[in-house]
């Protein structure tokens, strides 16, 4: 299994930015699938963006446009720049990993809060 860490959520307000990290381990790592999740309270976990190890990314269509994902494999790390950040962004961001660049996310971070304030 691949270990996760996420960092950089908190509080921004209404039109702000944040930048989330994670960190993996992992010797692969440019092979692995990865994405970022987001679960509000009282909301079922949904998917915000997803890296393929080919260079492919999607975005749900509630993100599209203010978030980008990207990756630096040199680094064994995935980012999620969050732009324009409204108040139903609010939510715990996970991070996770599909190995072999599969769809199917085996591993998970323990996830970051981010707070957006209107």
């Known amino acids: 299994q691949v270990q996760l860490i996420e960092s950089g959520g908190g509080l921004v307000q209404a039109g702000g930015s944040l930048r989330l990290s994670c960190a993996a381990s992992g010797r692969t790592f440019s092979s692995y699938t990865m994405g970022w999740f987001r679960q509000a309270p009282g909301k079922e976990r949904s998917v915000a963006a997803i890296?393929?190890?080919?260079?492919?990314?999607y975005y749900a269509d509630s993100v599209k446009g203010r978030f980008t994902i990207s990756r630096d494999n040199a680094k064994n790390t995935v980012y999620l720049q969050m732009n324009s950040l409204k108040p139903e962004d609010t939510a715990v961001y996970y991070c996770a990993a599909g190995e072999g660049g599969t769809l199917v996310f085996g591993s998970w971070g323990q996830g970051t809060q981010v707070t957006v304030s209107s």
């Open positions: 890296s393929r190890s080919g260079g492919k990314t």
